[in-house]
């Protein structure tokens, strides 16, 4: 089998890998369909991150379970699934408490797509092992396109995170999103879809914007800040100078949600976020508990992540695609079916 491989900027390569077999009866082999990018592939990619390669790369993919070892129930050899990029087992303290992000069960960071845990391998490989599938695969429900769902692994779920429960909390909350890329889109259409009585989407990109004018936001090209002007901040660039402007919009007691990925240093405007009494959330998503909820939303009809699908591409294009610049490439193999835009 072939494994998509990060070797250098801007450089990826198919290297060889021992077949995979099931090796215990918690694991399951699947062979990702419809593989995407994550906002920090890109960066990744362009030299940014702060792991030395090669590492296998892709922690976003709807996969066809190939193989299951002989305890699993949830899925059999055939089913379309959601893999989480997180490693997680389902049983330990932190997996129940919903933190499977943490899990003690495997090293800490435990993730595909990046060596921070050990080397899980990634999802653009022709098969991958998923060590607890009972507690990691997610069915795709009937009805749902894998190419428009590919990021439910990470970006679309997490999308759902960043927006959904503050809604939830707050109805018709005033949301703002400063983002670089996918995640920033989905929160518009998710924030619209659930409620948002104000959604005002900053980023420099015109194609971007135009996207985000379609989820009924309105958009600029950088920000000044509103003081007091939203009760969510919602910031999706990896740049810290943008976190800060963020925060300085939020009103007294308002929540900002940071998708992180600062690879480099900055400074936040601690003395105003003291003095509005504003929380910040920055973190690894557990995305595991929410990718079925987020996927309830999809099915719904009420959202249309497809829209943020700027390519579709065939799997063996990967090393001279992958590296070039765009927005949510997904990379399809003859198994799926899609109706997103070519």
Same mark, same amino acid.
């Given at each position: 089998?072939?494994?998509?491989?990060? !070797? /250098?900027?801007?450089?990826?390569? &198919?290297?060889?890998?021992?077949?995979?077999?099931?090796?215990?009866?918690?694991?399951?082999?699947?062979?990702?369909?419809?593989?995407?990018?994550?906002?920090?592939?890109?960066?990744?990619?362009? %030299?940014?991150?702060?792991?030395?390669?090669?590492?296998?790369?892709?922690?976003?993919?709807?996969?066809?379970? !190939?193989?299951?070892?002989?305890?699993?129930?949830?899925?059999?050899?055939?089913?379309?699934? !959601?893999?989480?990029?997180?490693?997680?087992?389902? $049983?330990? +303290?932190?997996?129940?408490?919903?933190?499977?992000?943490?899990?003690?069960?495997?090293?800490?960071?435990?993730?595909?797509?990046?060596?921070?845990?050990?080397?899980?391998? %990634?999802?653009?490989? +022709?098969?991958?092992?998923?060590?607890?599938?009972?507690?990691?695969?997610?069915?795709?429900?009937? %009805?749902? +396109?894998?190419? *428009?769902?590919? #990021?439910?692994?990470?970006? &679309?779920?997490?999308? &759902?995170?960043?927006? /959904?429960?503050?809604?939830?909390?707050?109805?018709?909350?005033?949301?703002?999103?400063?983002?670089?890329?996918?995640?920033?889109?989905?929160?518009?259409?998710?924030?619209?879809?659930?409620?948002? #009585?104000?959604?005002?989407?900053?980023?420099? +990109?015109?194609?971007?914007?135009?996207?985000?004018?379609?989820?009924?936001?309105? $958009?600029?090209?950088?920000?000044?800040?509103?003081?007091?002007?939203?009760?969510?901040?919602?910031?999706?660039?990896?740049?810290?100078?943008?976190?800060?402007?963020?925060?300085?919009?939020?009103?007294?007691?308002?929540?900002?949600?940071?998708?992180?990925?600062?690879?480099?240093?900055?400074?936040?405007?601690?003395?105003?976020?003291?003095?509005?009494?504003?929380?910040?959330?920055? *973190?690894?998503?557990?995305?595991? %508990?929410?990718?079925?909820?987020?996927?309830?939303?999809?099915?719904?009809?009420?959202?249309?992540?497809?829209?943020?699908? #700027?390519?579709?591409?065939? &799997?063996?294009?990967?090393?001279?695609?992958?590296?070039?610049?765009?927005?949510?490439?997904?990379?399809?193999?003859?198994? $799926?079916?899609?109706?997103?835009?070519?």
């Amino acid at each position: 089998m072939r494994e998509l491989t990060y !070797v /250098a900027r801007n450089t990826v390569e &198919w290297r060889e890998a021992p077949d995979l077999t099931v090796r215990s009866g918690q694991e399951a082999i699947v062979a990702p369909v419809a593989a995407t990018s994550c906002d920090v592939d890109a960066m990744i990619l362009a %030299g940014q991150g702060f792991i030395d390669p090669p590492f296998a790369l892709g922690h976003e993919c709807v996969a066809r379970v !190939v193989d299951v070892g002989g305890t699993v129930r949830s899925v059999v050899p055939g089913d379309l699934v !959601v893999v989480p990029w997180s490693i997680n087992c389902g $049983t330990c +303290d932190h997996c129940r408490a919903g933190l499977t992000a943490h899990c003690t069960a495997v090293p800490h960071m435990a993730m595909y797509g990046a060596p921070l845990g050990g080397s899980w391998g %990634g999802l653009f490989s +022709d098969l991958v092992r998923v060590p607890y599938a009972d507690a990691m695969l997610v069915p795709l429900p009937d %009805g749902l +396109d894998p190419v *428009a769902m590919a #990021s439910a692994s990470d970006n &679309w779920s997490l999308a &759902w995170r960043l927006v /959904a429960p503050h809604l939830k909390n707050k109805p018709g909350a005033r949301v703002l999103v400063v983002a670089r890329g996918s995640i920033g889109l989905y929160v518009c259409d998710i924030a619209r879809a659930l409620g948002a #009585s104000d959604v005002l989407y900053v980023d420099p +990109d015109p194609e971007h914007r135009e996207i985000a004018r379609g989820y009924g936001a309105a $958009t600029a090209e950088t920000l000044e800040p509103i003081p007091h002007g939203f009760d969510l901040a919602v910031e999706a660039t990896g740049r810290v100078d943008q976190l800060a402007l963020a925060l300085k919009c939020l009103v007294p007691e308002g929540f900002c949600e940071s998708a992180g990925n600062h690879f480099r240093p900055g400074e936040l405007p601690l003395l105003d976020m003291y003095l509005t009494g504003v929380t910040m959330r920055i *973190a690894r998503d557990n995305v595991r %508990g929410h990718i079925p909820d987020a996927l309830d939303l999809a099915l719904s009809g009420k959202v249309d992540p497809a829209r943020v699908v #700027s390519h579709v591409i065939d &799997w063996e294009d990967l090393p001279e695609a992958l590296p070039e610049r765009r927005l949510k490439p997904v990379f399809v193999r003859a198994d $799926t079916t899609s109706h997103a835009p070519g």
